[in-house]
């Protein structure tokens, strides 16, 4: 598994191999201390046995074992948010996202691996330590080239493999190190007739020469098909006197990886050297378009490009990766980091910076053309793949003069994106920070300021809200006019002022003389809600169908679901029909459950519930405020203002109705009760569910339950929708998996689950 979620066609570049001790150590650790950070230069294997050490303690967690990977991330204020997207947390409340995270793992027994901390280290370790203060239950395990120092740390350093003495002779004696025989099962991948026993001096001196460090030797054998061991220790030898000669304030270890990179560079061809230095711009994997983009610096085209590719695949500078939206790449920290010293060592760092930012930029943009309709699930996914490299690129954006205007064109560009990813909060700041250095007159700064506003709304921030309203209506640009009256028209609405009407009849009107049908949606939603809010219950229906018949042309179900759920809202609250509001509701549900959005499923069941409360049913509507008030931990989130009003009322009714004991029962009931089963009890047979709940040891009864999933031949993105789990939680959960079971891909899950059925 890779850090962003697709599988590696093998298992890492550093293979496990030779560190079972290191990982009892390290278990034991973790028993005795809160914070225990793995320590080591790069290439050692901190990430690997980390990773293998989570995916073996899970028993002890029953809160989940959580892995944030960080060496995609450039901006150290966006840890926390990290942090929270890896908890599939929203920021939707007027809560930070350290006080969300905070709130998460406060009560619950749960082990954090912080991955690739020394780049951020500052602050790292603020937010470790606010983490430990406030969530006695929590565990951290850390890997980084330097500790964190937090009170109570364990710094737990990690050596190289063992490598054999100089006079071992025979195979036998050099294949009992740990080094050698990471060489050999390397070395047996690229060349399948290598035998260690044709020159074991060789391979025990090129494994003595890089000190046993994993990702050098890896990086050795992987020139077994075009070099004999002899010719790779002599050429290492030469290359290691040469590097290490002139590096003395390096660390020995240190030295002898960076001549390995630096040796490996050199054997690259041309047009390889210059398809890794120019890759290592990205901040997390990528595909060949965006390689072609950013090589186009260096004169490679298509075809040279891929050349360069497949041969840095070939060479172990590169992972395959298949993903959900095809295959992509990506480049350990060590090896990018060499290549970005390279690139700026050539001044060609800047244009290949501006070409990285403007490949994601058009991204956005033809996302944006094409969100509204059937390709919205494909075009989230693919964003989502590539989020560390977006913000990598607005970030560039910022830090350039006169590159602002471009983040701000960024980032007002796929609002809808960043709602879903449940990271709003984080879109504010974006558009803020871009505000902050962008010109008075920049083109597209009042709309920015509108969308700003409309995400302040959504974390209940009014006075902030408002404020960027007045900012953006003292821009005087027309272009802006219907993006403020839809900021406006939501801040009435959650405000429950009498504004919404108007200002979102007015956005809904110039949308439409526009011909951005997808624009007008959610301003026409407020207007249907505002309408009947004000007695006119046929004209919010009026307005409803439109939605409804606007979405059916486009084939976007996700705007169809917010569509039911305005009309199950007005008309179980306006006096309208039960029946015909309860069964919007229950078909908004039936969508959301097929997509990757669990905030919209929190407000489906929630309006399901009141349903319930209005017929005066009950115990029902306690089981499935119950079922709601899961969903809703489980994103971190909770009803927006204006919900949150019907919410609390019929709450309250359906527990003074019931009595503390009964309401408390079946809630609790409902608690635990997956929101498929509200749509019918037979959903699991329908959805291909292996039939049978035991637990698959070693695994816990989560993994067993994804491990079936995986089995029948879900994705993972099928496995987070059927669970009603963050797709990020689905994966994490699959690497656990092949840790603990040492398998290397889907398929080998499969195959073992249905060996045990």
Same mark, same amino acid.
């Given at each position: 598994?890779?850090?962003?979620? !697709?599988?590696?066609?093998?298992?890492?570049?550093?293979s496990?191999?030779?560190?079972?001790?290191?990982?009892?150590?390290?278990?034991?650790?973790?028993?005795?201390?809160?914070?225990?950070?793995?320590?080591?230069?790069?290439?050692?294997?901190?990430?690997?046995?980390?990773?293998?050490?989570?995916?073996?303690? @899970?028993?002890?967690?029953?809160?989940?074992?959580?892995?944030?990977?960080?060496?995609?991330?450039?901006?150290?204020?966006?840890?926390?948010?990290?942090?929270?997207?890896?908890?599939?947390?929203?920021?939707?409340?007027?809560?930070?996202?350290?006080?969300?995270?905070?709130?998460?793992?406060?009560?619950?027994?749960?082990?954090?691996?912080?991955?690739?901390?020394?780049?951020?280290?500052?602050? /790292?370790?603020?937010?470790?330590?606010a983490?430990?203060?406030?969530?006695?239950?929590?565990?951290?395990?850390?890997?980084?080239? /330097?500790?964190?120092?937090?009170?109570?740390?364990?710094?737990?350093?990690?050596?190289?493999?063992?490598?054999?003495?100089?006079?071992?002779?025979?195979?036998?004696?050099?294949?009992?190190?740990?080094?050698?025989?990471?060489?050999?099962?390397r070395?047996?991948?690229?060349?399948?007739?290598?035998?260690?026993?044709?020159?074991?001096?060789?391979?025990?001196?090129? /494994?003595?020469q890089?000190?046993?460090?994993?990702?050098?030797?890896?990086?050795?054998a992987?020139?077994?098909r075009?070099?004999s061991?002899?010719?790779?220790?002599?050429?290492?030898?030469?290359?290691?006197?040469?590097?290490?000669?002139?590096?003395?304030?390096?660390?020995?270890?240190?030295?002898?990886?960076?001549?390995?990179?630096e040796?490996?560079?050199?054997?690259?061809?041309?047009?390889?050297?210059?398809?890794?230095?120019?890759c290592?711009?990205?901040?997390?994997?990528?595909?060949?378009?965006?390689?072609?983009?950013?090589?186009?610096?260096?004169?490679l085209?298509?075809?040279?490009?891929?050349?360069?590719?497949?041969?840095?695949?070939d060479?172990?500078?590169?992972?395959?990766?298949?993903?959900?939206?095809?295959?992509?790449?990506?480049?350990?920290?060590?090896?990018?980091?060499?290549?970005?010293?390279?690139?700026a060592?050539?001044?060609?760092?800047?244009?290949?910076?501006?070409?990285?930012?403007?490949?994601?930029?058009?991204?956005?943009?033809?996302?944006?053309?094409?969100?509204? !309709?059937?390709?919205?699930?494909?075009w989230?996914?693919?964003?989502?793949?590539?989020?560390?490299?977006?913000?990598?690129?607005?970030?560039?954006?910022?830090?350039?003069?006169?590159?602002?205007?471009?983040?701000?064109?960024?980032?007002?560009?796929?609002?809808?994106?960043?709602?879903?990813?449940?990271?709003?909060?984080?879109l504010?700041?974006?558009?803020?920070?871009?505000?902050?250095?962008?010109?008075e007159?920049?083109?597209?700064?009042?709309?920015?300021?509108?969308?700003?506003?409309?995400?302040?709304? &959504?974390?209940?921030?009014?006075?902030?809200?408002?404020?960027?309203?007045?900012?953006?209506?003292?821009?005087?640009?027309?272009?802006?006019?219907?993006?403020?009256?839809?900021?406006?028209?939501?801040?009435?609405?959650?405000?429950?002022?009498?504004?919404?009407?108007?200002?979102?009849?007015?956005?809904?009107?110039?949308?439409?003389?526009?011909?951005?049908?997808?624009?007008?949606l959610?301003?026409?939603?407020?207007?249907?809600?505002?309408?009947?809010?004000?007695?006119?219950?046929?004209g919010?229906?009026r307005l409803?169908?439109?939605?409804?018949?606007?979405?059916?042309?486009?084939?976007?179900?996700?705007?169809?679901?917010?569509? &039911?759920?305005?009309?199950?809202?007005?008309?179980?609250?306006?006096?309208?029909?039960?029946?015909?509001?309860?069964?919007?509701?229950?078909?908004?549900l039936?969508?959301?459950?097929?997509?990757?959005?669990?905030?919209?499923?929190?407000?489906?069941?929630?309006?399901?519930?009141?349903?319930s409360?209005?017929?005066?049913?009950?115990?029902?509507?306690?089981? &499935?405020?119950?079922?709601?008030?899961t969903?809703?931990?489980? /994103?971190?989130?909770?009803?927006?203002?204006?919900?949150?009003?019907?919410?609390?009322?019929?709450?309250?009714?359906?527990?003074?109705?019931?009595?503390?004991?009964?309401?408390?029962?079946?809630?609790?009931?409902?608690?635990?009760?997956?929101?498929?089963?509200?749509?019918?009890?037979?959903?699991?047979?329908?959805?291909?569910?292996?039939?049978?709940?035991?637990?698959?040891?070693?695994?816990?009864?989560r993994?067993?339950?994804?491990?079936?999933?995986?089995? @029948?031949?879900?994705?993972?993105?099928?496995?987070?929708?059927?669970?009603?789990?963050?797709?990020?939680?689905?994966?994490?959960?699959?690497?656990?998996?092949?840790?603990?079971?040492? &398998?290397?891909?889907?398929?080998?899950?499969?195959?073992?689950v249905?060996?045990?059925?």
């Amino acid at each position: 598994m890779s850090d962003d979620g !697709g599988v590696a066609t093998r298992r890492d570049l550093t293979s496990y191999v030779g560190r079972a001790e290191d990982e009892a150590r390290v278990r034991r650790l973790l028993g005795e201390a809160r914070l225990v950070t793995l320590t080591g230069p790069g290439g050692v294997g901190k990430t690997r046995l980390a990773g293998r050490v989570a995916g073996s303690v @899970t028993r002890a967690f029953p809160g989940g074992v959580v892995v944030a990977g960080l060496a995609g991330l450039r901006d150290g204020t966006l840890v926390t948010r990290a942090l929270a997207d890896c908890l599939g947390l929203h920021d939707t409340t007027a809560r930070t996202a350290r006080e969300t995270v905070l709130a998460h793992l406060r009560d619950r027994r749960t082990l954090l691996l912080l991955d690739n901390c020394e780049h951020l280290v500052a602050d /790292c370790a603020e937010l470790v330590d606010a983490l430990l203060r406030h969530c006695p239950d929590l565990v951290v395990l850390a890997t980084s080239r /330097c500790s964190l120092g937090v009170a109570g740390e364990r710094i737990t350093p990690i050596a190289p493999l063992a490598v054999p003495p100089e006079d071992a002779r025979t195979a036998e004696d050099a294949i009992a190190y740990d080094a050698v025989r990471l060489f050999a099962d390397r070395a047996a991948e690229v060349l399948p007739s290598f035998r260690l026993e044709d020159d074991v001096a060789s391979v025990v001196g090129v /494994c003595r020469q890089l000190d046993g460090l994993p990702l050098a030797v890896e990086l050795a054998a992987a020139r077994i098909r075009a070099l004999s061991p002899g010719q790779i220790a002599e050429r290492m030898g030469d290359s290691l006197a040469l590097l290490t000669t002139g590096a003395r304030s390096r660390p020995e270890r240190h030295r002898s990886l960076r001549a390995t990179i630096e040796w490996s560079h050199s054997l690259c061809t041309e047009g390889e050297r210059a398809a890794w230095e120019c890759c290592a711009v990205f901040a997390g994997a990528f595909d060949l378009s965006a390689a072609e983009d950013v090589c186009a610096v260096a004169g490679l085209d298509g075809f040279a490009v891929l050349d360069a590719v497949d041969g840095l695949v070939d060479k172990s500078v590169l992972l395959r990766v298949d993903g959900a939206t095809g295959v992509r790449y990506r480049m350990l920290e060590a090896l990018r980091e060499f290549g970005q010293e390279r690139l700026a060592a050539t001044g060609s760092a800047e244009e290949v910076a501006r070409r990285h930012r403007d490949h994601h930029a058009r991204l956005l943009a033809q996302a944006d053309a094409e969100w509204f !309709g059937p390709r919205r699930e494909d075009w989230f996914t693919r964003l989502s793949e590539r989020h560390a490299d977006v913000r990598a690129a607005l970030s560039w954006s910022l830090r350039t003069p006169d590159e602002a205007a471009v983040a701000l064109r960024m980032a007002v560009a796929v609002l809808e994106y960043w709602t879903a990813r449940g990271a709003a909060g984080e879109l504010r700041e974006w558009l803020d920070r871009a505000l902050a250095v962008a010109a008075e007159d920049a083109p597209g700064r009042a709309t920015a300021q509108a969308r700003a506003a409309l995400c302040a709304a &959504l974390h209940a921030d009014l006075d902030g809200a408002r404020q960027r309203l007045k900012l953006a209506e003292a821009a005087v640009d027309e272009d802006a006019v219907p993006y403020l009256r839809h900021a406006e028209a939501f801040v009435a609405m959650i405000a429950v002022e009498p504004y919404a009407l108007e200002n979102a009849a007015e956005a809904v009107r110039i949308f439409g003389e526009q011909g951005a049908p997808r624009k007008q949606l959610h301003p026409m939603f407020i207007q249907a809600v505002a309408t009947a809010f004000r007695g006119d219950l046929p004209g919010a229906r009026r307005l409803l169908e439109e939605m409804l018949r606007l979405c059916a042309e486009a084939g976007d179900e996700a705007y169809r679901s917010m569509a &039911l759920f305005g009309l199950g809202t007005v008309e179980i609250f306006f006096g309208g029909d039960l029946d015909v509001g309860e069964r919007a509701m229950r078909d908004a549900l039936e969508i959301d459950l097929r997509g990757l959005d669990v905030l919209s499923v929190a407000y489906r069941v929630d309006g399901l519930a009141w349903a319930s409360a209005r017929r005066e049913d009950w115990p029902r509507a306690a089981r &499935l405020f119950g079922t709601a008030a899961t969903v809703w931990d489980r /994103c971190g989130a909770e009803p927006d203002i204006a919900v949150s009003l019907a919410h609390r009322q019929l709450l309250a009714a359906t527990r003074g109705a019931l009595g503390e004991a009964r309401f408390e029962e079946a809630f609790a009931e409902g608690r635990g009760q997956n929101p498929h089963d509200i749509l019918a009890p037979a959903s699991a047979a329908k959805c291909g569910e292996p039939t049978g709940s035991a637990v698959l040891p070693p695994l816990t009864p989560r993994e067993s339950e994804i491990a079936r999933l995986v089995a @029948t031949g879900l994705s993972n993105r099928e496995i987070a929708v059927r669970l009603v789990i963050a797709q990020r939680t689905a994966e994490t959960h699959l690497q656990h998996i092949l840790n603990k079971l040492d &398998l290397a891909n889907r398929t080998q899950v499969a195959v073992w689950v249905n060996e045990r059925a």
